[in-house]
């Protein structure tokens, strides 16, 4: 049961992988703002859940108020010609105060007997199975979406204007114009999965979204590097790695907590984690130049 719960986290942190592998990968933008933009997530969905708002209609406030925050970073960027990283930053910090006017205290508790999401399918007795299914047809939705999306004139325009934005530019596209689309979409994904984990868990805390574009970006790393083992070219296959990912980094973390180490240093050993999976790439092949050397 509990390697269930971690594997319903990572399918529920699933969203906020896709949103940075759209703003990374594709954009190559490295986006501060996940932090801010997944915790309004959460915190419009605990404030609209207990103001009794329906499910559907919390779920549209999310996604867009994850979209405005990602179109306020591609704006200052764009439009302002700051840095990526500085943009994030300054609309995340931003973002602290806002979540917390909108969430009025710290941390807020949704009550059991609220109706959300994971009350809409429910064949089993067991809340946990009824909690996987509803995550896995979303991602599947989410997957199957984001492939058509990026097989599109205007996906394509994307992947080139990331790809290289003068040329882009040079064909016509307007590449600011995208990368503030492609922003929000990133950002709106990343709500929506502060949306879904405040359901699993029951709670927002005005915290949640520190550090977390750090196990996203692990996420992406990881599920990219396990397509890649695999050979794997197909795009669905490759975007759907993501969230398996994104599951695989939640396991190696709760099989961490299951080894009996203190709570206050799961930061410490996220950090340390995605370290090693950024790093041991790019290391490998020197250390096997350095040994034939030898």
């Given amino acids: 049961m509990f390697y269930l719960i971690a594997i319903a986290l990572g399918l529920a942190l699933g969203a906020l992988c896709l949103g940075i592998f759209i703003s990374l990968r594709i954009f190559n933008f490295p986006d501060i703002t996940a932090d801010g933009s997944y915790t309004l997530g959460g915190v419009i969905t605990a404030i609209g859940l207990v103001a009794g708002w329906s499910t559907s209609f919390t779920l549209f406030a999310c996604i867009a108020g994850g979209m405005l925050a990602g179109m306020a970073t591609g704006l200052i960027h764009t439009k302002m010609r700051l840095n990526s ?98 922003l929000a979409m990133a950002n709106g994904l990343i709500a929506i999965s502060g949306f879904l984990v405040v359901q699993l868990q029951g709670f927002a805390d005005i915290n949640m979204g520190v550090g977390i574009v750090i196990l996203g970006l692990g996420a992406v790393i990881i599920g990219e590097s396990l397509m890649n083992i695999l050979g794997v070219k197909s795009l669905w296959i490759r975007i759907g790695g993501v969230i398996l990912g994104s599951i695989v980094f939640r396991l190696i973390i709760s099989q961490v907590l299951m080894l009996g180490v203190d709570p206050i240093w799961i930061k410490l050993i ?6 090693l999976i950024v790093g041991l790439p790019g290391m490998i092949p020197s250390i096997n130049k350095r040994i034939k050397l030898e």
Wanted: charged share 10%; glycine share 8%; aromatic share 12%.
């Fill in 85 to 182: 990283l500085l943009s994030g930053i300054l609309v995340m910090t931003g973002l602290y105060s806002v979540n917390l006017y909108i969430l009025g205290r710290s941390n807020l508790p949704i009550p059991i007997e609220t109706k959300d999401i994971f009350h809409w399918i429910t064949p089993f007795q067991e809340t946990v199975y009824n909690e996987l299914l509803t995550l896995i047809l979303i991602f599947i939705f989410l997957v199957f979406f984001l492939t058509l999306l990026l097989k599109t004139d205007f996906g394509l325009s994307m992947r080139s204007s990331g790809n290289n934005s003068i040329m882009a530019r040079s064909y016509g596209i307007n590449s600011d114009g995208l990368k503030i689309i492609g």
């Fill in 270 to 275: 996220t950090a340390v984690v995605v370290i």
